[in-house]
């Protein structure tokens, strides 16, 4: 919810500088390897803000799925060792409060 709330918050801005900034006219040249072509200042601006957007929540989604597949894969190897354990006798807190008093009993 926190991440839609913010992505929402991102999209607002976006509309509100991209309504700021129609009011500029000016023209800039961008060469392509190919060709070359004329667009508006806001139009620039707005297509690559939207694409670095885009491109980082891609990145952020690859991230936060790799990590989740790896708690995932985490926690069934933990359950998997957990069932197999098996129950086993207090024996070394006995040695140990043997060794402390210095009493052996036999």
Same mark, same amino acid.
């Given at each position: 919810? /926190?991440? &839609?709330?913010?992505? $929402?918050?991102?999209?607002? $801005? !976006?509309?509100?500088?991209?309504l700021?900034? %129609?009011?500029?006219?000016?023209?800039?040249?961008?060469?392509?390897? *190919? @060709?070359?072509?004329?667009?508006?200042?806001? *139009? *620039?601006?707005? #297509? *690559? &803000? !939207?694409?670095? !957007?885009? $491109?980082?929540?891609c990145?952020?989604?690859?991230?936060?799925? /790799?990590? +989740?597949? #790896?708690? %995932?894969?985490?926690?069934r190897?933990?359950? /998997?060792?957990?069932?197999?354990? /098996?129950?086993?006798?207090? =024996? =070394? %807190?006995? @040695?140990? =409060?043997?060794?402390? =008093?210095?009493?052996? +009993? #036999?």
């Amino acid at each position: 919810m /926190k991440g &839609f709330v913010v992505a $929402l918050v991102i999209a607002l $801005l !976006f509309v509100l500088a991209l309504l700021l900034g %129609s009011r500029n006219e000016q023209l800039v040249t961008i060469n392509y390897f *190919v @060709a070359q072509g004329e667009f508006r200042l806001p *139009v *620039v601006l707005a #297509s *690559v &803000f !939207f694409a670095g !957007f885009v $491109l980082c929540w891609c990145f952020a989604i690859y991230h936060v799925g /790799k990590l +989740k597949y #790896s708690l %995932s894969r985490a926690q069934r190897r933990l359950q /998997k060792l957990e069932s197999g354990a /098996k129950p086993r006798t207090d =024996t =070394t %807190s006995v @040695a140990v =409060t043997e060794s402390q =008093t210095g009493e052996v +009993k #036999s």
